[in-house]
């Protein structure tokens, strides 16, 4: 038998006579879960009151421990024997968690309460859960965005946030607000001038000691652009996307509004950051095998097959292929970091992160690809704006199908 209960980012076990695959299943479908929402989590089993378990939880808790050895922080395992006590330190060979064995729940807890990562009051970076969000806009402690779009409609992201939106939520223009100027060489979402984005944040009311979150209705691919224009191109690091965006938090009965807020201004100082490469430095790289191109498109159009938003089919010479929405479960939530890194190996081959260069069709995209690596803990790698569309109007530059 077992008991589950969550405490924010902690998960609590208890085993109770025998422990059975069942049982474990349990376990591991409630742990999925909780990573999905919270990245990381603690992780307490009380297995002072076990009795036996079985052979196939042995084999299951070997493969679930291997395939997770990054998604947590701590393990604190409380036992009263010295088989399950070698069990214990067994996990901690399989896991680069933090990993110790207790006799007692109080000395366990405490150990587990130990801050040694920002806590979410101090930051959120990569995801934000709804329930976190909840929270924080009722503290007011957060500014939000709406970024809700369409690359085939551009009008329909501004009339959703008309007609409803979160609470306190401000609107962010793909177009308008989160690209610059077409010269017909630069791409189709160049970025914008960056004087002139900082001080569009300072009329949003953003600082640099705001908590921004950002959401949409497209799995992330508009948030993740928002959240990389702060978090790496601004060096702004306390910026998250919703998990599960719009849907997430309507489909969860909280609360939408009409109502436009009032920012105060605020006064908003980029820091100084290297997370970009431009065309020529591609070119320059072509064909060493020192660079790897990731392109977040989908598979036909990487192809260079049913290219409907660039004049040329194809992709540049090299990269490898890894569509944006194979980040996402099939709620729409961003899968769990074991489930990307997973998913990012072919890509990645044994590249080290800072080889690795994102794009897309204009710079939208590859963000979403650079943001999951990151949820996953791959961290350092870099993003190429102008992406396709900028690559390809050049008639001169190589293309491969």
């Known amino acids: 038998m077992i008991t589950i209960q969550h ?8 085993i109770y006579g025998e422990f059975t695959l069942t049982d474990y299943r349990t376990f591991e479908s409630e742990v999925l879960d909780t990573l999905r929402l919270k990245g990381r989590v603690d992780l307490l089993m009380d297995l002072r009151d076990m009795l036996s378990y079985t052979l196939a939880v042995a084999w299951e ?7 997770h050895a990054h998604d947590f922080r701590r393990v604190a395992v409380i036992a009263r024997d010295q088989f399950t006590v070698w069990v214990g330190w ?61 690359l085939m409609n551009k009008t329909i992201g501004g009339e959703s946030y008309a007609r409803s939106h979160l609470p306190g939520a401000r609107f962010a223009h793909v177009d308008r607000d989160l690209a610059g100027p077409l010269t017909g060489k630069n791409g189709r979402h160049p970025l914008p001038d960056r004087d002139t984005f900082v001080a569009w944040l300072g009329r949003m009311g953003v600082s ?4 921004v979150v950002a959401y949409d209705s497209g799995g992330g691919m508009y948030a993740a652009r928002m959240w990389w224009m702060l978090k790496h191109w601004l060096g702004h690091a306390k910026v998250a996307v919703l998990d599960g965006g719009w849907d997430a938090w309507v489909k969860t009965g909280h609360p939408v509004t ?34 790897r191109i990731v392109d977040a498109r989908a598979a036909d159009r990487f192809r260079g097959e049913n290219e409907t938003m660039d004049p040329v089919g194809g992709h540049i010479p090299g990269a490898v292929n890894h569509f944006f929405r194979a980040n996402l479960d099939a709620m729409g939530f961003f899968k769990t970091p074991a489930e990307l890194r997973a998913g990012f190996a072919p890509a990645l081959a044994g590249t080290k992160p800072e080889q690795i260069v994102h794009q897309c069709g204009s710079g939208i995209t590859a963000a979403h690809n650079l943001f999951a690596m990151e949820v996953a ?6 993003l190429y704006p102008g992406s396709w569309s900028e690559w390809c109007a050049d008639p001169a530059r190589p293309v491969e199908k």
């Open 208 to 211: 640099n000691g705001t908590q």
């Open 90 to 150: 067994l996990t901690r060979l399989m896991s680069d968690a933090d990993v110790r064995v207790f006799d007692d729940e109080a000395s366990a807890r405490e150990w587990l309460a130990e801050v040694t990562e920002p806590a979410a009051e101090d930051g959120f970076g990569t995801l934000i859960s709804v329930a976190a969000l909840e929270k924080a806009i009722e503290a007011g402690t957060v500014v939000v965005f709406d970024c809700r779009h369409d």
């Open 61 to 67: 808790d070997i493969r679930f421990v291997r395939a």
């Open 258 to 291: 009409a109502d436009v807020p009032k920012p105060v201004p605020a006064t908003f100082v980029p820091k100084s950051t290297n997370a970009t490469v431009d065309t020529a430095t591609i070119l320059a790289h072509l064909g060493k095998g020192d660079m």
């Open 7 to 14: 405490e924010d980012r902690q998960i609590t076990a208890g």
């Open 377 to 382: 803990g791959i961290t350092g790698t870099k």
